[in-house]
């Protein structure tokens, strides 16, 4: 009966709190799932290079956004790690959104990323993308991400390869 309590606590909290999804302003927390990309592409003394390899990815999110006229603003924060090899990625975004109707938000993100695992000169650039947002009761929310990674090149007499990412990701946003 006591490991129904923290649930159903919770599930009434979500429900009680104000509607975090109507106007899409204020701290928030999260957490994503989904699929990982890492595209290596280049030449080697041995010969040309281009692998891609896939892995299953989860992250944590935490932001704040605040209503500016009819758009979203915000910054959000994530943390995450790949389910093969352990390896962990971690940025930051600025994030602008348009608001569909008084639940739902479609947005784009520019920032930085950084991602553990790769050679010293690497792992570390520009990341953009955007997603979809909507109100699945109260303060939770549920989201649709896609994100696109560029990590870098090495660049040695006769190696150059160039390091670049995809993640796509669902997960529930909580509004506090």
């Given at each position: 009966?006591?490991?129904?309590?923290?649930p159903l606590?919770?599930?009434?909290?979500?429900?009680?709190?104000?509607?975090?999804?109507?106007?899409?302003?204020?701290?928030?927390?999260?957490a994503?799932?989904?699929?990982?990309?890492?595209?290596?592409?280049?030449?080697?003394?041995?010969?040309?290079?281009?692998?891609?390899?896939?892995?299953?990815?989860?992250?944590?999110?935490?932001?704040?956004?605040?209503?500016a006229?009819?758009?979203?603003?915000?910054?959000?924060?994530d943390?995450?790690?790949?389910?093969d090899g352990?390896?962990?990625?971690?940025?930051?975004?600025?994030?602008?959104?348009?608001?569909?109707?008084?639940?739902?938000?479609?947005?784009?993100?520019?920032?930085?990323?950084?991602?553990?695992?790769?050679?010293a000169?690497?792992?570390?650039?520009?990341?953009f993308?955007?997603?979809?947002?909507?109100?699945?009761?109260?303060?939770?929310?549920v989201?649709?991400?896609?994100?696109?990674?560029?990590?870098?090149?090495?660049?040695?007499?006769?190696?150059?390869?160039?390091?670049?990412?995809?993640?796509?990701?669902?997960?529930?946003?909580?509004?506090?």
């Amino acid at each position: 009966m006591n490991r129904f309590l923290l649930p159903l606590a919770l599930l009434g909290f979500a429900a009680s709190a104000p509607a975090f999804a109507e106007d899409f302003e204020g701290p928030y927390a999260g957490a994503q799932a989904g699929v990982a990309l890492l595209h290596v592409e280049g030449s080697i003394l041995t010969g040309p290079v281009d692998r891609t390899d896939e892995t299953g990815y989860g992250a944590a999110v935490l932001g704040y956004r605040m209503k500016a006229g009819g758009v979203v603003l915000g910054v959000e924060g994530d943390a995450g790690v790949h389910v093969d090899g352990g390896d962990a990625r971690y940025g930051v975004s600025a994030i602008a959104g348009l608001p569909i109707g008084s639940n739902s938000l479609v947005y784009g993100r520019v920032g930085y990323a950084w991602h553990e695992g790769l050679p010293a000169d690497v792992g570390k650039g520009l990341t953009f993308g955007g997603g979809f947002e909507t109100r699945l009761t109260g303060a939770v929310n549920v989201r649709l991400d896609y994100k696109y990674l560029d990590l870098g090149e090495t660049n040695f007499p006769d190696n150059t390869l160039s390091y670049t990412g995809h993640e796509v990701t669902a997960g529930f946003i909580v509004g506090f």
